[in-house]
């Protein structure tokens, strides 16, 4: 019995030595002795008894982040932020319900920590030192989520916004883009609406085109785009048309087809699509029939672009565009025949024998002949292109020529319209030259006064 008696004293001599010793630490941080209480907890972190206790961990955590939370301390502790983080998850994996960090003011060390490693991702920030940046806000925002997540403040604070987007920030300045995106989602999956936030869709639906096409994703984000900034429609279909034009060009023609017959297609996609058929051109590899018929097809659009808005100017002035170059490619292939007709003039032999005289007149006849005849063929295509093109060039003149003020793209298209509705009207005048005096005379004036207008606007 005696044995046993002094077995149990024994025991609970131990048990009292090492709360003195917890209360030592405890005494040392009550008084602010940081420093005072790292020696006497690195006392007991390297006992072979106090490292199976929760309560060793939990105190050096709160120890070892208050100590990485001041920046004179840090500089002296170079370890700090490491061996905090390292005891706060061995506290976490022996008391994972934090009953310890609750009852003896642990829960500090937890906002200790999120509030050094932001200080320390504002610092890299603000030295461009974007990979540390980015990887400090994301270990801040590790432990302010840990601090929702178990209600440790009083507010319904769902996430700290602003150091999501500025790990953002910094992970996409580091290039590291796939991990940005990773950072932006979470703000659009949250439906983050401040004005301030609004490059984070531009950001996603950017990378879901470009950096990693993912359909599913970027309609996801088109349709959070949309829902989030609605007055930024306009905006989101043009990221949309980005992504279209991804597609290939049987694909695309099929998409517009579809969404035309629907009726859902508006004013803007339209555009936007009279643009893309517009340049199939110039990014596929077309015949020439293919490319007039995708000629066609963005003047189209253009056209019911213009059906839905009668006051778009620039829809009006696109249709012009098309035609006016259309008109130029036809005569310059107009003039380049005239060329190979008087070179096939200037280079027959001359004679004076009459009869050799007249086969060679024939033979030069017949070797020009399918130049004049391609001319031919090709003149009521230019005149329709022609006449097209001054109808919708004045139009976009018309609906800009009384605006008070205009937009510098808006300026670009009325002083593009006078310039090119001058060519076109000094076109027909030459056509009429020696042929019809009243439509010379009608074309002259109208050059005359598109001509006076150049850089007016």
Not at 192 to 220: A, C, I, W
Not at 289 to 312: C, L, M, R, V
């Amino acid at each position: 019995m005696k044995k046993l008696f002094m077995l149990s004293m024994f025991a609970a001599t131990l048990q009292f030595v090492t709360a003195q010793d917890y209360k030592k630490v405890q005494n040392a941080l009550i008084l602010g002795r940081v420093e005072d209480a790292k020696t006497e907890i690195d006392k007991l972190a390297a006992d072979p008894k106090a490292q199976a206790k929760a309560e060793t961990y939990m105190y050096k955590g709160k120890i070892y982040a208050a100590i990485f939370k001041s920046p004179e301390l840090s500089a002296k502790y170079a370890n700090a932020g490491t061996e905090a983080e390292a005891a706060l998850k061995k506290y976490q994996e022996m008391d994972p319900t934090y009953a310890i960090a609750k009852e003896k003011d642990g829960i500090g060390a937890y906002f200790d920590m999120y509030s050094a490693f932001i200080n320390k991702g504002t610092g890299s920030f603000n030295a461009k030192d974007w990979t540390n940046a980015g990887e400090n806000f994301a270990t801040a925002i590790r432990y302010i989520d840990q601090i929702i997540e178990n209600k440790w403040i009083s507010n319904n604070l769902k996430m700290d916004t602003t150091s999501i987007l500025y790990a953002a920030y910094a992970f996409q300045n580091a290039k590291k883009t796939a991990t940005a995106a990773e950072f932006y989602q979470r703000l659009a999956d949250n439906k983050v609406n401040d004005s301030t936030f609004t490059d984070v869709y531009r950001f996603l639906l950017d990378y879901y085109t470009n950096g990693k096409k993912d359909e599913t994703q970027f309609k996801k984000n088109l349709a959070l785009a949309n829902e989030v900034h609605p007055s930024l429609s306009k905006e989101w279909e043009s990221y949309e048309m980005d992504f279209i034009d991804t597609y290939d060009l049987k694909a695309k023609t099929e998409m517009y087809d579809k969404e035309d017959a629907a009726g859902t297609l508006s004013e803007n996609k339209y555009l936007l699509f009279g643009e893309s058929f517009a340049n199939a051109k110039n990014k596929d590899d077309l015949d020439s029939a293919t490319a007039a018929k995708y000629t066609d097809k963005s003047i189209e659009a253009f056209k019911k672009a213009f059906a839905k808005n009668s006051n778009n100017a620039i829809a009006a002035f696109n249709v012009g565009v098309v035609s006016y170059n259309t008109f130029a490619t036809l005569d310059d292939v107009i003039r380049e025949n005239i060329r190979s007709v008087q070179r096939i003039n200037a280079e027959k032999p001359v004679e004076k024998d009459p009869k050799k005289k007249a086969a060679v007149e024939a033979k030069a006849k017949a070797e020009a002949e399918p130049f004049l005849k391609a001319n031919a063929a090709l003149e009521p295509s230019i005149a329709k292109q022609v006449d097209q093109a001054i109808e919708w060039l004045q139009k976009a003149y018309t609906i800009l020529k009384d605006k008070s003020t205009r937009t510098n793209s808006e300026k670009s298209v009325i002083n593009r319209s006078v310039d090119w509705l001058a060519n076109l009207y000094a076109y027909k005048r030459d056509k009429a030259r020696g042929k019809d005096n009243a439509a010379f005379d009608a074309f002259e004036a109208k050059y005359k006064e598109f001509d006076a207008l150049h850089n007016k606007f």
